[in-house]
């Protein structure tokens, strides 16, 4: 239903797009098996850290976080039994293969790992995190959202935040859902 919903949409020359947590290639990999491969118009990945649009063949990331601050956070939960993925083109890497990269985390572990999170502060770097599924906690520079990741493809096609629908049913759609048309 959601598919043939999309193609409408489509047939009336609406721009159809995903904005996800998840990173720009692992969203291309999975397009076909989700049946809509020839229906995204663009890609807003990684929180609003990446933009991939097919209408104009342009790839764009912005805000990475510095390797030093990586390891600095790594080294905050060193004494916790946790793990991290650091996607980079289409690969995670971790810096141990165990059974939580292979299930990513576990749930009922996260509220250790969040209140962890208050206690993390870096004189050199700024960097803003939250839950963004049940298993996962992200840490991104704080300039990183889906809005802002909206806002920078949309400016491509010259279309307002105010002109677009948006949906999600996590913490990070929040701000746009909050700053696009409902």
């Keep these: 239903k959601t ?20 990173d720009v290639n692992s969203i291309q990999t999975l397009l076909k098996s989700w ?65 939580y990269i292979q299930m990513l985390a576990k749930a009922d572990d996260m509220d250790k790992i969040i209140e ?19 298993v996962l906690y992200e840490y991104m520079d704080p300039r990183v959202s889906k809005t802002a990741g909206l806002i920078e493809i949309l400016k491509l096609h010259h279309i307002a935040l105010k002109e677009i629908v948006t949906f999600g049913d996590a913490d990070n759609d929040y701000d746009m859902t909050l700053n696009a048309s409902v």
């Design 116 to 134: 962890r999170s208050k206690t993390f502060h870096s004189d050199e770097f700024k960097s803003s995190s939250h839950k963004t599924a049940s």
């Design 3 to 22: 598919v043939e919903m999309i193609k409408k949409a489509r047939e009336q020359r609406i721009l159809f797009g995903l904005s996800t947590g998840r």
């Design 35 to 99: 049946g809509i491969d020839d229906l995204v118009d663009m890609i807003v990945g990684t929180g609003g850290a990446e933009i991939y649009d097919y209408t104009l063949d342009l790839e764009k990331a912005q805000y990475p976080l510095d390797g030093r601050l990586i390891k600095s956070i790594i080294k905050h939960y060193e004494d916790m039994d946790c793990n991290f993925a650091i996607p980079e083109d289409g690969i995670l890497f971790a810096p141990k293969d165990d059974e």
